[in-house]
């Protein structure tokens, strides 16, 4: 079984292949058959080898299937293999599977696009560079991946590239991750250089031989790829181009901003946690950073009134909150907060989606409302991602993750209880902005025409993720709900036990579920009084316009960064080196000029040249 | 008795041809005859001349010195002669209004010049045939006298060249005067002990300067050139330095000869403004017989370098220069000789004018475009290997700054060189097709000018054919 | 006499196209085509028995060739194929193919002369990749720089007179203080062992050292330096790039531009070794000022040719850095990196051509939305820019990152310099594709779009570039014994030409 | 210094070329300069004498003033010039136009003389070369020179005839 | 004989051939440019037969005879271009006789 693992990546990229060949000509509903089924198969196919690793896992519980050998040279040796272990499979799994929901979900909401087909082979090519990103064995051949969805997502972001606003948008994604993500490769470099290999696993067990806990090396090997990971994960300082990039088309959004590639950071902190180990600054600073990113950017969602914006914020908050984890060592809790994130996060995106699709691509919140009876469909899975996001207790998947990541770090060490309590503000916030948005949306008078209807590829993914939403937490439980440890037995061969701590104290534990609803009722009132409405109508203060702009990163990078460029380009357009090459031949022109004068056709004057020269000579000749 | 004038065959010849041919015209006049008879003249001195190096009688040792090598650059004069002649039988086509026998006439008495020049042995052989050479070459110039520049081109040259004449044979004076002697051999044997011999030397220096046409004494040429007639003026673009060449080369070569610090100053001083202003005068110029005129002042710069190196490759590089000069003057000339008529009032000299020329005659363009190259000093052309000759004498020598300055100024060089032949690769203008453009290239012109681009090419690519022939002439 | 063969057939082929075009346009490039494609057969034949990367073994020739050419200076016609020639001269016989192909409906005026041109080009390229007469090598240098001058001066664009002067004026004015460096290393060896030669051979056992060895390594380096071209001597290339005819450019950018990298592997590193060392550092800080400078300039342009222009100089700067790491690992990247810009800058010209041929216009300012009308060409285009912005899977970034990781071993500094320098790449690149293919349209227009033959042109140099991006091990296997060629043997320099660790 | 008669003629006559010299470059109209330079040269003839050229002084009276000088003079005398050429002759003759002129020629007349000066070398040989001297060497060494001469003279005479002799077309 | 230096009448010729010189490159008048070649030969001719005096030898005379062979073809060919100059321009000036230059006057 284990030996079809290479199909998995392949088929979602043959159909790329395929579409990007053949696109034009094929009917709409051939390509929409080939983008979903291509990921489709490879979700089942991933489906079946994740069924036979729960019974059947290696005993080393690491599958490793070698394609070839990419760059064989001396002191590098790269090769193209796939490295299967419970961690690139639950990643496996998450984006096959919410990959092909999207991809379901896509065939409608995009039908019509002119892009039909364009669309398609982006999104395949998407799907096969994450499986790439995740099942690589090699650091390179991950960066390879790390790139690709990260041109994806570029080409995605600007997908409607008529209007230049999205160009923008997608420049600004990928160029700001592409910033994070030389740093990684100069990680790459110095991991290659120092261990000599950069297969992850040999690379590894070196970097535990050769450096010892807390020394240099590791620290700049880790905090490289940790800036890698920060960009493609949006975290502070990189969080700035994700909010932007939901120009492109919302399922994009599910899938790519908010259930796979940005979560890619902390698998990649997860995969070479080892290293991380070895580097306790780089932790301490992965933790102090979440906490600081969860909370910006649940502020800043707490104002914003597209609701995509809302979300894109979210995501970056949730994402913080994996990486609090990462940053306490606890690596289970932040992959299952990844894998119950990737499904609500999706189920919300794509309510979101079906929401703007019923009201011609509406996104304000503010002019929506009442949509609980128009579009019920939408209003249920919204509600219910909303529940998981808001981490509502036992109903939620949501909040047995985040319960868990709240009580990994209540644990640590050093200042576990300081991120404790950031995590436990930034879940109040959370509630309180996503009810916010469910209250206004659903709730209260009708402010836009709906119209059209849904089919049944928008209904399957929408029921199937809303499901997912409540369910998937209960793989994972508290002690006081069953104690179910399926992930973290899952993923314990490949992260070790830590970060599993027996019991919170009760006040804290309780706590973390009290803040939830404490947020919740706190939108409520402020929905009940009017508050969110007045705010977003009122002249905006200088906090508020502070939160909207998500704390104004975007104004101090366009001094430091954006105009010292565009002031070199300008400075630079006409090549400035050109003009000393243009003056050197302005000099002989003008020397060629001044020689010229002395051709005057009269010889007498030629004469006196003649005369000149004989002084000159004799004068050289005889006296000198 | 044969034995005794063997070496003087060629120098003999020729004075039998010119009495023939003066003999010819004054009983009949035919155009045709006089140039058949030169023709023939000059071939039988150029077949004469391995016959003659053969020859080992001290003949008028006095007054001639008929080494193999001076015999070589004679040879290399009367080729180039007999190649202008070539061209101008077609140039000086029926319709002018005056007679075109004395032509090949006053082109005989000048190669003759030319050839007592390079062979002197006496200051009073090198006078006499130097200024047989130029005064023949006024009446070349001047020779379409009904055009305004011909004649104003050989008037200038009258009063400038017999200014350096006047200023040689001060020179000359101060040598017999110090020495007594009017021997080239004892002058150069003296050496320069006094300071009367150290003018001489400057003053002949200076004579010699204006005949090979650099600076500072280089003024005349592009006027003369723009002046004359494109096969004249080829011609004085040629044989002139040949043959002064020839003369300073077997100088050199004598003992006793060496060069003093202040000579090399003095000489590198004129090889690198010859270089830089021959090079910057043509930058920007308009007429095309002037830009030769002024490339050949930079090109004559380059020969002073491997002058200068005074090394066997030098000496070896000199020679290789001139043969390469030779061919590719002569070849531009030819070009612009065949798209003019003496009977028009001026040449085809602008270089607007070869705007189209690829697209109208490929063939002449062909040709123009090698002979460019080669002056520019582009493979395949010869003058490729000419100029590696002068900068592998100037790197073996160590002359930095002269061979810092052959670059400098050749980049400059190329810059007009490329003018031309881009001007002529641009499509023709509308109305202004060629003026020549309907001129028919006779078989003789045809044949003289892919003769030139043969030997362009054909040596450019195998060099040492040319190396070996003259390695065997000149050692 | 194979290796004659192979500069035979072009020439000859070109010689043939010459006159043939009088009697029906289409045969030149027919000809020249068939010329290609015999010149091809001839080569692939002789790469057999190679070994894998990991066995260097220097002194591997695949071929030989030998005889006197100017015997008075010790002048042979020397030519010699190892696996490095091998590859730059496949990539210049595919290039001239597919700029056979470009030509075929652009060129409309003087087609026998034109092809003529190209392949006297083509030619004196493979002479260059192929002389191992260090004079031989200059004149074939110079040989195939005077055909590219009239396909520029005759077939260019508007400004073409300035253009082909600029580009013959540096190029021919560089080379020349190489034939100065070349005299002096023949002289220099002829004082020391009395015999004169331009053998390279013979020449690598006597590397001249000290100031004098300084002085003639300049020669090589600065004539390199311009012709790669190298901040501050590049200024030639945007000119002549946007003047030439889509096929001027695209053996401009992808073969003339190598002749530069492979002179300063074969020639200006062996020879001077220890010269080369103490220039290193030089050398790689221009390298580096080339990456941003090109890079920067790019951005800044709005003449899509001329921005393709500036981003060769930004990815010369990589092989520049590369070259100066005497680092074996980063002399692959150099290889690879040299391979896929040819292709890849290759295809961006003939899309700029494309596009030009179709819009008469290069000015961005009047392209946008081009995606609209031209859906294939602009996807060509836009997979083209983000394969030479070094997206990895593709050529590109293979090379980049072989150059990165072999000069992070040896210079840390210069290469975490050159790795930032991918980001103004992105923006360049992603610029391109915004004003050139994304945005509104700005009028009703309506063109074809690249037809079969254009399309096909594409798909294969498209292959190239990710076969060369996911499976560069067998022009690695190629280029690994040519690479080690590059080592004297017997040379008693202290300092290792290369460095094969780390 | 003993001054002998010789002395005395040979300084008065070298004064007096150097002086009409002087006078015919200076004049505004050319048959006046011309006749001041053929004074020049009769007085060029007596010092020849004086050093011991009698040949070279009957040559120079005979030969130089009287054919080719008075050639000279013939032809300028043909031109007819009028008064109004003279008078514009003399318009240009200013002070100005010499400043150059003299300034260069005294830089090079300065350098010969300063050259000549250095002592070097004996003196004068003092004795007469007899045009029979000159006439043996003429006809056996320097026979090949003399011929030579000829065709120089051949090629100006060409020259001339070509150039002087009326047009066939009227040109 | 006279016993005089060879330096003086080498002097005299180096004062006559300098004001030659200056005939040359002063006036306009091709009358009095060729008058002014014509000096400068006389010149030389002078220095010759001085020479031929310090030396006894009767190379001076010979040379002088050359000399004076030339300035009378010379001065043929010059008169005959002036005097072709002279219809066609209708003046004697040689600042006239620029047709040929390069740059406007």
Request: aromatic share 10%.
């Amino acid at each position: 079984m284990n030996n079809l693992l290479w199909l998995v990546p392949t088929l979602p990229l043959l159909g790329a292949l395929l579409l990007g060949l053949f696109g034009a000509v094929l009917p709409a509903w051939c390509t929409a058959l080939i983008g979903t089924a291509s990921v489709g198969i490879a979700a089942i196919i991933a489906s079946s080898i994740g069924i036979h690793w729960y019974g059947n896992a290696p005993a080393s519980h690491v599958f490793v299937q070698d394609l070839w050998s990419w760059i064989d040279l001396p002191h590098l040796s790269i090769g193209l293999s796939l490295y299967l272990d419970p961690v690139s499979l639950l990643m496996m799994l998450v984006i096959t599977t919410v990959g092909f929901l999207i991809h379901l979900f896509s065939t409608e909401y995009m039908a019509g696009d002119e892009g039909y087909s364009r669309y398609f082979v982006y999104l395949n090519l998407f799907v096969a560079a994450m499986l790439l990103l995740v099942l690589a064995s090699d650091l390179l051949v991950m960066f390879v991946g790390w790139e690709g969805v990260g041109v994806c997502s570029y080409l995605l972001v600007g997908f409607w590239f008529h209007k230049p606003a999205n160009g923008y948008a997608a420049r600004k994604s990928f160029v700001v991750t592409r910033i994070a993500d030389i740093a990684m490769l100069v990680g790459i470099l110095l991991l290659a250089v120092k261990l000599g290999t950069l297969s992850i696993q040999p690379m590894l067990a070196r970097a535990v031989e050769v450096w010892p806990h807390g020394d240099v090396w590791p620290s700049l090997a880790a905090g490289l790829l940790l800036i890698g990971g920060l960009g493609k994960s949006a975290q502070v300082p990189f969080q700035t181009w994700l909010p932007d990039a939901m120009a492109g088309p919302t399922p994009v959004s599910a899938l790519i901003h908010a259930a796979t590639m940005v979560t890619a950071g902390v698998y990649l902190i997860v995969r070479t946690h080892v290293l991380f180990l070895l580097a306790p600054d780089v932790l301490m600073a992965i933790s102090i950073g979440a906490a600081i990113t969860l909370l910006l950017a649940a502020l800043a969602a707490l104002v914003q009134s597209d609701i995509k914006r809302v979300l894109a914020y979210s995501t970056i908050s949730q994402i913080g909150y994996m990486f609090l984890a990462v940053g306490v060592g606890a690596w289970s809790a932040a992959m299952f907060h990844f894998l119950t994130h990737a499904v609500f996060k999706a189920l919300l995106f794509l309510s979101a989606g079906a929401i703007a699709m019923r009201l011609h691509h509406e996104q304000n919140i503010f002019k929506m409302g009442g949509l609980r009876n128009k579009i019920p469909l939408a209003f249920w899975s919204f509600l219910i991602g909303s529940a998981s996001l808001a981490a509502l207790p036992v109903v939620s998947a949501g909040s047995f993750s985040k319960e868990m990541i709240l009580g990994s770090v209540w644990f640590d060490p050093t200042i576990g209880p300081l991120l404790w309590g950031a995590g436990l503000l930034g879940a109040l916030i959370t509630a309180t902005y996503i009810s916010r948005v469910v209250f206004l949306v659903f709730f209260g008078p009708v402010r836009t025409e709906v119209s059209g209807r849904y089919g049944v590829r928008i209904a399957v993914p929408l029921i199937v993720l809303a499901a997912g939403s409540m369910l998937v937490g209960w793989l994972e439980t508290p002690g006081f709900l069953g104690g179910n440890r399926m992930v973290t037995v899952l993923l314990r061969p490949a992260v070790g036990a830590v970060g599993i701590h027996p019991a919170m104290d009760i006040l804290a534990d309780a706590s973390g579920y009290i803040a939830p609803l404490l947020g919740v009722a706190i939108a409520f009132t402020l929905y009940r009084s009017g508050y969110w409405q007045r705010a977003a109508t009122a002249q905006p203060n200088a906090l508020r316009r502070l939160m909207h702009s998500g704390f104004g990163f975007d104004a101090v990078y366009d001094v430091i960064l954006v105009r010292p460029f565009m002031a070199l380009v300008r400075g630079l357009r006409n090549d400035p080196v050109d003009l000393v090459i243009t003056g050197i031949s302005v000099l002989a022109i003008r020397l060629h000029r001044a020689l010229r004068r002395s051709q005057v056709g009269q010889v007498r004057r030629y004469a006196g040249w003649v005369m000149v020269g004989s002084i000159a000579t004799v004068a050289i000749l005889v006296f000198a | 008795m044969i034995a005794t004038i063997q070496p003087a065959a060629p120098l003999l010849i020729l004075a039998l041809t010119v009495t023939i041919l003066l003999a010819a015209i004054a009983i009949k006049r035919s155009f045709a005859g006089s140039v058949a008879i030169t023709a023939l003249g000059l071939i039988a001195a150029v077949a004469s001349i391995p016959w003659a190096m053969h020859g080992n009688s001290p003949f008028m040792a006095s007054l001639f010195s008929f080494t193999p090598d001076s015999l070589g650059f004679a040879g290399l004069t009367l080729l180039a002669a007999l190649v202008t002649l070539v061209l101008a039988a077609d140039y000086l086509a029926p319709g002018i209004p005056v007679p075109r026998e004395e032509y090949p006439l006053l082109l005989l008495l000048s190669t003759l010049g030319a050839v007592a020049l390079i062979t002197s042995a006496s200051f009073i052989t090198l006078f006499l045939g130097m200024e047989t050479m130029s005064l023949a070459m006024i009446g070349m110039i001047a020779y379409p006298r009904f055009r305004p520049g011909a004649e104003e081109a050989g008037l200038k040259y009258l009063v400038l060249s017999g200014m350096s004449s006047a200023i040689v044979l001060f020179g000359i004076g101060l040598v017999e005067l110090a020495t007594g002697h009017l021997q080239l051999a004892t002058a150069v044997a003296t050496g320069t002990v006094s300071p009367i011999l150290l003018a001489a030397l400057a003053l002949i220096g200076v004579g010699a300067g204006f005949k090979l046409a650099v600076v500072p004494f280089h003024i005349w040429v592009p006027d003369v050139y723009a002046g004359a007639p494109a096969p004249t003026a080829g011609f004085v673009a040629v044989i002139p330095k040949i043959a002064v060449l020839a003369v300073i080369v077997r100088v050199m070569a004598m003992p006793g000869a060496t060069l003093s610090p202040a000579t090399v100053t003095a000489i590198s001083s004129v090889a690198i403004l010859s270089m830089l202003i021959g090079n910057l005068l043509a930058l920007m110029q308009e007429n095309i017989k002037r830009i030769m005129g002024y490339s050949s002042i930079a090109h004559l710069g380059y020969v002073l370098v491997a002058l200068l190196a005074a090394s066997a490759i030098g000496r070896a590089g000199v020679v290789f220069y001139l043969v390469t000069y030779t061919i590719t003057v002569i070849g531009a000339f030819a070009v612009i000789g065949v798209l003019s008529r003496a009977a028009a009032a001026r040449d085809l000299d602008q270089v607007a004018e070869f705007q189209g020329l690829f697209w109208e005659r490929p063939f002449l363009a062909t040709i123009m475009t090698l002979v460019l190259l080669s002056l520019a000093g582009i493979p395949p052309a010869i003058g490729f290997i000419a100029k590696m000759y002068i900068m592998a004498a100037g790197v073996n020598a160590d002359l930095r700054i002269l061979t810092g300055t052959l670059v400098v100024s050749s980049i400059i060089g190329l810059f007009y060189y490329l003018r031309i032949i881009l001007v002529m690769s641009q499509k023709p203008l509308e109305r202004a097709a060629i003026p020549g453009g309907t001129l028919a290239i006779p078989m003789t012109g045809w044949l003289a000018m892919s003769a030139v681009g043969a030997l362009i090419v054909g040596f450019g690519i195998d060099p040492e054919s040319l190396i070996a022939m003259l390695k065997l002439v000149f050692g | 006499m194979i290796l004659v063969w192979l500069l035979v057939v072009p020439f000859l082929g070109g010689l043939l196209a010459w006159p043939s075009g009088r009697v029906h346009p289409v045969l030149p490039r027919v000809i020249s085509f068939a010329a290609l494609l015999l010149e091809l057969g001839l080569l692939l034949p002789l790469l057999h028995g190679t070994a894998p990367a990991s066995l260097i073994a220097p002194g591997h020739w695949l071929a030989t060739f030998n005889a006197p050419w100017i015997p008075a200076f010790g002048i042979s016609f020397r030519l010699d194929l190892d696996g490095l020639s091998w590859l730059l001269i496949v990539l210049t016989v595919v290039i001239g193919l597919f700029s056979v192909v470009v030509s075929w409906r652009e060129i409309d005026e003087n087609v026998g002369f034109f092809h003529a041109n190209l392949m006297w080009s083509l030619a004196g390229s493979i002479g260059v990749f192929l002389a191992l007469d260090l004079f031989l090598f200059f004149f074939f240098w110079e040989v195939m720089l005077v055909p590219m001058y009239f396909v520029i001066a005759i077939w260019g664009h508007e400004n073409r007179r300035r253009a082909a002067i600029k580009f013959f004026l540096f190029t021919q004015g560089s080379g020349l203080l190489m034939l100065l460096s070349i005299l002096a290393l023949a002289f220099l060896h002829d004082q020391q062992t009395g015999t004169l030669t331009f053998d390279y051979f013979k020449l690598l056992e006597n590397q001249p050292t000290g100031t004098f060895g300084y002085l003639i390594m300049l020669g090589f380096f600065i004539a390199f330096l311009v012709k790669l071209p190298s901040f501050p001597v590049h200024t030639w290339l945007p000119e002549t790039h946007t003047e030439a005819p889509t096929a001027g450019s695209v053996i401009l950018a992808s073969i003339l531009l190598k002749t530069a990298a492979y002179g300063l592997l074969r020639f200006a590193v062996p020879l001077f070794v220890a010269a080369s060392h103490q220039i290193a550092p030089i050398a790689m800080g221009l390298g580096v000022i080339s990456i941003f400078y090109g890079a920067i300039l790019a951005y800044g342009q709005n003449d899509l040719k001329k921005l393709v222009a500036y981003s060769s100089i930004s990815h010369m700067g990589f092989v520049l850095v590369g070259i100066y790491t005497f680092n074996a690992i980063a002399w692959q990247g150099v290889v690879i990196l040299m391979i896929a810009h040819g292709i890849s800058t290759g295809a961006l010209f003939i899309t700029v051509g494309s596009i030009q041929k179709r819009l008469h216009t290069r000015d961005l300012g009047q392209m946008g939305g081009l995606w609209t009308d031209l859906p294939r060409l602009s996807s060509f285009g836009a997979f083209f820019i983000l394969a030479s912005m070094g997206l990895p899977g593709l050529g590109n970034f293979v090379g980049e990152f072989l150059i990165l990781r072999g000069a992070y071993a040896v210079a840390p500094t210069a290469a975490i310099i050159a790795a930032i320098g991918l980001i103004p790449a992105a923006l360049y690149s992603l610029i391109a594709i915004q004003r050139a293919f994304h945005g509104e349209a700005s009028t009703t227009r309506s063109f074809p779009d690249f037809g079969l033959r254009e399309t096909a042109m594409m798909l294969a140099l498209g292959a190239a570039i990710i076969a060369l991006g996911i499976y560069p091990q067998p022009v690695l296997n190629v280029a690994a014994p040519g690479l080690a060629n590059l080592t004297p043997t017997n040379t008693t320099a202290a300092l290792p030409v290369m460095r094969t660790g780390t | 210094m003993n001054v002998s008669g010789f002395d005395l003629v040979f300084y008065g006559a070298a004064s007096f070329s150097m002086v009409t010299t002087a006078v015919a470059i200076t004049r505004s109209n050319p048959v006046y300069g011309l006749l001041n330079f053929v004074l020049s040269l009769l007085g060029m003839a007596v010092v020849f004498y004086t050093l011991g050229a009698p040949f070279a002084a009957a040559l120079e009276v005979i030969v130089y003033a009287g054919a080719i000088m008075v050639l000279f003079l013939f032809v300028v005398m043909m031109l007819k010039l009028d008064r109004t050429t003279v008078a514009r002759e003399a318009s240009w003759i200013t002070s100005a136009i010499w400043i150059v002129p003299i300034l260069l020629g005294a830089m090079l007349g300065g350098e010969l003389v300063d050259v000549l000066l250095q002592k070097t070398g004996p003196g004068s040989a003092h004795q007469v070369i007899s045009p029979q001297a000159v006439g043996l060497r003429l006809f056996t060494t320097d026979l090949g020179a003399v011929e030579l001469a000829s065709m120089l003279l051949l090629a100006g005479l060409i020259g001339a005839y070509h150039l002087g002799r009326p047009s066939s077309e009227g040109d | 004989m006279v016993d005089l230096s060879w330096q003086v009448p080498t002097a005299l010729a180096s004062v006559l051939f300098i004001i030659g010189l200056l005939g040359l490159l002063a006036r306009r008048s091709l009358v009095f440019v060729l008058m002014s070649i014509e000096i400068m030969l006389n010149a030389v001719a002078l220095l010759f037969v001085t020479a031929g005096m310090r030396w006894g030898s009767p190379d001076g005379q010979i040379m002088f005879i050359f000399v004076i062979n030339l300035a009378g073809a010379e001065i043929a060919l010059g008169l005959i271009l002036l005097l072709r100059l002279r219809t066609r321009l209708t003046t004697l000036d040689s600042d006239a006789a620029n047709l040929l230059r390069d740059v406007q006057v």
